[in-house]
Structures are given as structure tokens and as C-alpha cells.
């Protein structure tokens, strides 16, 4: 697995993630379960946030229709290439089907991260 981009951005802790671009070279499904693998990455390398970057803006439904799954397993962002070229990090991606409202990119990447980092924490007994 080799992602298109790897970036991370620094706070008050240091977020990194992973970035996939759509190309539509290959069927929404073989797409689907590469973006899986990212999930032994995600336990590997400190990524906490995989983002789908659609080349047109009207591929952005369809990857979060045919992705839906993918997303319940993965932290998986979708942004259209305009979007992204045009505010960054401020971007506003498609949200996840559970999520309520929106956020930009920046703002779910700190979701994320602590969310992966909360989930690593031991319990009282010491196992994560």
C-alpha cells in the first residue's frame, strides 16, 4: 500500500494522514478494498485520517455512496480537487453518513486522531 500523499499537521499534537486520489482507473470495488488496507496501516504508522480526493465534483456522491462501507471501517474523508485546491484543510468534505452537521477537513483530522488515540489508551488492567 502506497498512498498518493502522506501529510501531517502539528498542534497541540501531530495529525498525519493519508491521501488517495480518484483517478476512476479502476472499479469503485477494487478502489473499495484498497482503501481497506489502509487498516493495518491505521494500527502501523500514525495515520488518522485516510482522504479520498474526487478529481470532478459530481464523483463526489458517487465515492460516498459506493465507499459507505468503507467508511464505517476506516476514518475516510471525501473532497472534490476543487474544493481542496481552493481552501485547504478548510475544505468541507462529504461527511460521514453517522456524522451530524459538518466540519472542515482540519476539524475532523483532530477528531480522529483523538478518537484513534483514546482507543490505544490502556484500560485500568493495562490492555489497550
Given at each position: 500500500m502506497?498512498?498518493?500523499?502522506?501529510?501531517?499537521?502539528?498542534?497541540?499534537y501531530?495529525?498525519?494522514?493519508?491521501?488517495?486520489?480518484?483517478r476512476?482507473?479502476?472499479?469503485?470495488?477494487?478502489?473499495a478494498?484498497k482503501?481497506?488496507?489502509?487498516?493495518?496501516?491505521?494500527?502501523?504508522?500514525p495515520l488518522?485520517?485516510?482522504i479520498?480526493?474526487?478529481?470532478k465534483?459530481?464523483?463526489?456522491?458517487?465515492l460516498?455512496?459506493?465507499?459507505?462501507?468503507?467508511?464505517?471501517?476506516?476514518?475516510l474523508?471525501i473532497?472534490?480537487?476543487?474544493?481542496?485546491?481552493?481552501?485547504?484543510?478548510?475544505?468541507?468534505?462529504q461527511p460521514?453518513?453517522?456524522?451530524?452537521?459538518?466540519?472542515?477537513?482540519?476539524?475532523?483530522l483532530?477528531?480522529?486522531?483523538?478518537?484513534?488515540?483514546?482507543?490505544?489508551?490502556?484500560?485500568?488492567?493495562?490492555y489497550?
Amino acid at each position: 500500500m502506497i498512498p498518493d500523499a502522506v501529510f501531517s499537521v502539528r498542534n497541540a499534537y501531530t495529525a498525519q494522514a493519508a491521501l488517495e486520489f480518484d483517478r476512476k482507473t479502476e472499479t469503485l470495488g477494487v478502489f473499495a478494498q484498497k482503501l481497506l488496507q489502509y487498516r493495518l496501516l491505521l494500527h502501523r504508522h500514525p495515520l488518522s485520517t485516510i482522504i479520498v480526493v474526487a478529481e470532478k465534483a459530481k464523483d463526489v456522491e458517487r465515492l460516498q455512496q459506493g465507499l459507505e462501507q468503507v467508511g464505517s471501517r476506516i476514518p475516510l474523508l471525501i473532497v472534490a480537487l476543487q474544493e481542496l485546491k481552493a481552501r485547504g484543510l478548510l475544505a468541507t468534505p462529504q461527511p460521514r453518513s453517522h456524522m451530524v452537521g459538518t466540519r472542515t477537513i482540519y476539524e475532523q483530522l483532530e477528531i480522529d486522531l483523538a478518537r484513534l488515540q483514546s482507543e490505544e489508551q490502556p484500560d485500568k488492567d493495562g490492555y489497550p
